[in-house]
């Protein structure tokens, strides 16, 4: 077989309708074009995570809607580009498995060869059930058996300690359906009576969906009266992040920062979840000189070699490692990170 050069040209030609999410950070759709772009290092990876793209890849024949799944995690080089040795080599293994016919039911060989295919990975328990729930709900799927359930339990026709049987995918099944009749409503009643157990798995259903402003301000209200609860805090950071350029929200920020009200879990979310926020430059330095004041020297550098890497970001990080306002401190924990790198870049075998 003549040599498949990315994933898209190998699931054109197995003749699969397919679609590509990021899975890394949170979940987000990436659009065909860009995918393309991204095999062909025509443009960094939009959401790097440690060094790495996690891709979640979608793909099903037009005669049965049900999706096949892959979890993809490809190494990325120092421009956030993807590795093409990588890129190469996981394909060449899932040829060698399956051919051009992606569907097919693997015989036991096949299946030793997908195991051992070192690029696969599996997503936590929550991330799956929540693209689960984005993809049907893109295909037009019906909602999973434990959607009616949590209807049920947000809707408040049982008592808020019966939370038992309200599971992780029926909270994403409402997640997405946040727009359906009166969930919105029915949700912004049931927040102030959810129990932890329920709130948290909440949370990260909704980090990946668009809130309308009533959601935002009462999660906002909240977050303000969830100090002494580091853990919950930092969960219902996780709500804002795919609604970071919503005002509100910039300024719920802004407050946390200038008040100091940020522990390690909060600056871990904004900075993992959240990046967006620092596409404001001021807003990015108060950030850094915080986290710099109030952290562990080896958070603020697992941090900062975070956001240095996502692309949107990069050019903010350099403004703010080149401002001759920072602080000395600022100014020192940048020096002792570029020394690192370069006493790192010294030891590596040649």
Known sequence: MTSIPTISA?????????????????????????????????????????????????????????????????????????????????IAIIVEALGSDLTVDPSKKQE??????????????????????????????PASQHYQQCLAYISGQSAWSDWHNVGVQGLTDFAVRLSYENNTDLLIKAIPHLPEEVLSPLCAALENEQLPVGLIDLIINKIKYSQNNITLKAQLLRCIAS?????????????????????????????????????????LMQFLELMVESQETHIFTAIFKDLVAIPVIRPNMFLCMRDTSRS???????????SQAVENSLNKPH
């Open 328 to 338: 000395d401190k600022l100014s020192q924990a940048i020096g002792l990170l570029f």
């Open 112 to 141: 030793a060869l997908l195991k051992n295919n070192p690029y696969l990975f599996t997503p936590s328990q929550y991330k799956l059930a929540a693209l689960n729930s984005i993809i049907n709900f893109g295909l037009k799927q």
């Open 243 to 283: 609604n970071c350029h919503h005002p509100h929200n910039e300024q719920l920020v802004d407050e946390l920062i200038e008040k100091r009200q940020l522990s390690t879990d909060d600056f871990i979310t904004l900075a993992g979840r959240c990046w967006l926020m620092f596409q404001n430059q001021f807003r």
């Open 10 to 90: 190998l699931l054109n030609l197995s003749g699969s309708q397919f679609r590509f999410y990021d899975i890394g950070r949170k979940i987000d759709k990436i659009s065909r074009q860009d995918f393309e772009k991204i095999e062909n290092n025509q443009m960094p990876y939009p959401f790097p995570l440690q060094g790495h793209a996690c891709i979640a890849i979608a793909f099903w024949q037009k005669n049965s809607p049900q999706p096949y799944l892959w979890f993809v995690k490809l190494p990325l080089d120092e421009r956030g580009l993807l590795n093409c040795a990588a890129l190469n080599h996981f």
